[in-house]
T-cell receptor, first 116, second 115 residues
């Protein structure tokens, strides 16, 4: 079945360590996104990519890095520079139609990161 | 600037009651899309509906219906005869023309449907 796979589902990290969250999609979607969700908050965009080897910062990119070497994969690294990394991270993808992305996002099940 | 406001943080109803989730949006763009997503306890967001700014027709899908009113900048979501499986967090979101698909989410409304 087509979909988005995020791993790991739960992750614990010590302060000062970098951690990479995996996101893979087999939907043949062009665009991929990383969102952060905090309790009682909406989703906030970290990074997005519309094409391989290209990505743009979202609203809260500081302390995060991404790569897009393959269409199917968009890993997110949470670096030690991220001051408050404990959160729920959601990866999503969407089709690009013409000049305007449809905005219909397909989401993975998320990765919950806890910094000890 | 664009903004989505979901004033209801949490709603609790008893099964079979009707419930309306409110969404108010702000944008100066004339071309935009509005969305509703459902986030069940499993965590992934599930797409429910997309509506573009030029189509104010209300939509019904089974027990779900959506009321889009540009005059009040609202895009409300009603569940008729709610069921326990409807318990989830519901997000309203906005995408403006040329935004490259970046969705602006409201903070969500947590709906609890009790048997």
């Amino acid at each position: 079945d087509g979909g988005i796979t995020q791993s790991p589902k739960y992750l614990f990290r010590k302060e000062g360590q970098n951690v990479t969250l995996s996101c893979e999609q087999n939907l043949n979607h062009d665009a991929m996104y990383w969102y952060r969700q905090d309790p009682g908050q909406g989703l906030r965009l970290i990074y997005y990519s519309q094409i391989v080897n290209d990505f743009q910062k979202g609203d809260i990119a500081e302390g995060y890095s991404v790569s897009r070497e393959k269409k199917e994969s968009f890993p997110l690294t949470v670096t030690s520079a991220q001051k408050n990394p404990t959160a729920f991270y959601l990866c999503a993808s969407s089709i690009i139609r013409g000049q305007l992305l449809t905005g219909e996002l397909f989401f993975g099940e998320g990765s919950r990161l806890t910094v000890l | 600037a664009q903004k989505v406001t979901q004033a209801q943080t949490e709603i609790s109803v008893v099964e079979k009651e009707d419930v309306t989730l409110d969404c108010v949006y702000e944008t100066r763009d004339t071309t935009y899309y509005l969305f509703w997503y459902k986030q069940p306890p499993s965590g992934e967001l599930v797409f429910l509906i997309r509506r573009n700014s030029f189509d104010e027709q209300n939509e019904i899908s089974g027990r779900y219906s959506w009321n889009f009113q540009k005059s009040t900048s609202s895009f409300n979501f009603t569940i008729t005869a709610s069921q326990v499986v409807d318990s989830a967090v519901y997000f309203c979101a906005l995408s403006v023309g040329g935004s490259q698909g970046n969705l602006i989410f409201g903070k969500g409304t947590k709906l609890s449907v009790k048997p």
